[in-house]
């Protein structure tokens, strides 16, 4: 049972962070606390491609001069990664255009806690 556990370590540390991200997002009520939520769930789904695709092992894909060319199966498909770094660089990009919106929010409003917000506007 431990060699199940142990063996398996990076989906239990990705369900570990989706949970706390996904807790983080729909419990807590400051818009700040919210985000940090996000990122934290999209760290846990970064995390579970990477896990996923990889294959321990092989190498890159890269043909070099003078070097044979071997199995295919000896290689590591490097589009999953390359599509979670682009995944990193979207979501930064998302956490800088809700940080930017929660500082008009709270130049606005005075207040980030999601109800207060909701009375006020109503």
């Known amino acids: 049972m431990l060699d199940f556990f142990m063996g398996h370590y990076a989906y239990w540390f ?3 962070l989706l949970a706390i991200g ?6 807590k009520k400051n818009l700040v606390k919210k985000t940090i939520g996000l990122s934290i769930f999209q760290a846990g789904v970064i995390l579970f491609f990477v896990s996923v695709a990889m294959k321990w092992g092989a190498t890159v894909p890269v043909k070099a001069d003078g070097l044979p060319v071997s199995e295919v199966s000896n290689y590591m498909n490097a589009l999953p990664h390359t599509l979670m770094l682009t995944a990193i660089v979207v ?4 956490l800088g255009v809700a940080y930017a919106l929660i500082i008009k ?12 917000l909701l009375d006020k506007i109503q």
């Open 14 to 16: 990705t369900m570990i």
């Open 22 to 27: 996904l807790y983080g997002m729909l419990i």
């Open 91 to 94: 979501g930064v990009a998302t």
């Open 105 to 116: 929010i709270y130049n606005r409003y005075g207040t980030l806690d999601e109800e207060e």
